[in-house]
């Protein structure tokens, strides 16, 4: 395992270093975006028209933030459960998206789209939104302002903590060893 320190936008370059289990402190600009969001973003795809942001080496937060309290940018901001945004990401990623950062594991169509298009799932730590948070320096809803938390934001960060959870080569960490073939019992 290795450690990074990665700036957005994402390259090719970028994810193909990445292993599973390295651990990542990413800097720029992240978008969030949850299940509503989404179909959302789909939708405006299937009609023709331009996303809010660029997908093109950008990275999806799969979070819907509490309210920001005085003198904050945002509130507590821990990650969602991300196979609830399965059905969306392989036809995002092969848009240009490099990375999404959530919790949980990934379907095996959105893990191949990750190899197709030279992408990565980044684990962010459940249970730690305060902490995150403090990694997030802006926040500004940029769509969907309707959807409440799950409006779409710009947000910049600085150091944000992450694991690759999945990788660009096939790589997961969640993966369960063939303990036999290790020679384990």
Known sequence: M?????NTPLTDEDMKQLVAGDVVFLSGTIYSARDAAHKKLVDLLDAGKELPFALEGAAIYYVGPSPAPPGRPIGAAGPTTS???????????????????????????TRQAMQD????????????????SNSITESTVIAFDELGPEAVRKMKVTDFPLLVINDAHGGELYAVPDRKAAGLK
């Open 2 to 6: 290795a450690e990074y320190k990665l």
């Open 83 to 109: 196979y609830r945004m399965d059905s969306y990401a392989p036809r995002l990623y092969s848009l240009g998206l490099k990375a999404t950062i959530g919790k949980g594991k990934r379907n095996d169509e």
């Open 117 to 132: 298009h030279t992408a990565v799932y980044f684990g962010a730590t459940g249970g730690a939104g305060a902490l995150l």
